[in-house]
């Protein structure tokens, strides 16, 4: 059983098209995040969120809308794809404050997005 | 803020060899963990080693130990008997106790040489 799945793992698209990431962790953590890893593989966060709360949101466009419809499922859409968007968009998890393994994060397979 | 360096960029080994990639941290948080995270080319992030600030001793973890100054803010990671599936860039992270943001350095990219 996968822990954390994202899906597609592998995403083309054009300029200006809007597309969805969908992520989901079986792991009965509380908290989810999605990371962005650059063409230089620098891993950089973006959101976070706690039992279906956004806490952290990182100076991220408004064209990027994160979704948690329950603590298992966190999607992220993106709108207006731009050539910057391309990247590898990671989900992770963890099982949040007080848990034991509180500040581990596991993370999914990563889906590479490609913007022509 | 946090922050996390790590200064070499690649490095490579021989097969069977040891090798210790470097990082270094700066945090105002007294407490808070550090992390080494392996990206194979499969892309997949796997956690390697984990270390509280609040204990003294160093992790281990079969092959992978860190040695951890926390005076110094430096968290290098060894890797004994390297073996062909260590081929991976390796980041360092950390994050404050009570906040799980995550934050990593740039990566080593680690060759073994047969």
């Known amino acids: 059983d996968t822990a954390v799945s994202q899906t597609p793992k592998y995403l083309v698209t054009q300029m200006g098209n809007d597309k969805s990431i969908k992520c989901e962790q079986n792991?009965?953590?509380?908290?989810m995040y999605w990371y962005k890893q650059d063409s230089k593989k620098f891993l950089k966060i973006m959101f976070s969120?706690?039992?279906?709360?956004?806490?952290i949101n990182e100076t991220v466009p408004n064209r990027f809308s994160p979704k948690s419809p329950d603590k298992a499922h966190l999607n992220l859409h993106i709108n207006s794809l731009e050539l910057g968007d391309s990247a590898v968009y990671f989900c992770?998890?963890?099982?949040?404050?007080?848990?034991?393994?509180?500040?581990?994060?596991?993370f999914g397979a990563g889906s590479r997005l490609t913007v022509l | 803020a946090q922050t996390v360096t790590q200064s070499q960029p690649e490095m490579s080994v021989q097969e069977a060899e040891t090798v210790t990639l470097s990082c270094t941290y700066d945090?105002?948080?007294?407490?808070?963990?550090l992390f080494w995270y392996k990206q194979p080319p499969s892309r997949q992030m796997i956690l390697v080693i984990r270390?509280?600030?609040?204990?003294?001793q160093n992790a281990t973890e079969n092959r992978f130990s860190v040695n951890f100054q926390k005076a110094a803010k430096s968290f290098s990671l060894k890797i004994s008997d390297s073996q062909l599936g260590d081929a991976a860039m390796y980041f360092c992270?950390?994050?404050?106790?009570?906040?799980?943001?995550?934050?990593f350095g740039t990566g080593t990219r680690l060759t073994i040489i047969p």
């Open positions: 270390q509280e600030a609040y204990k003294q």
């Open positions: 969120y706690n039992n279906k709360e956004l806490i």
């Open positions: 945090t105002s948080e007294s407490d808070y963990y």
């Open positions: 792991l009965g953590h509380d908290t």
């Open positions: 992770a998890s963890c099982p949040g404050l007080g848990a034991i393994g509180a500040n581990v994060l596991t």
């Open positions: 992270a950390a994050n404050n106790f009570g906040n799980e943001k995550l934050t």
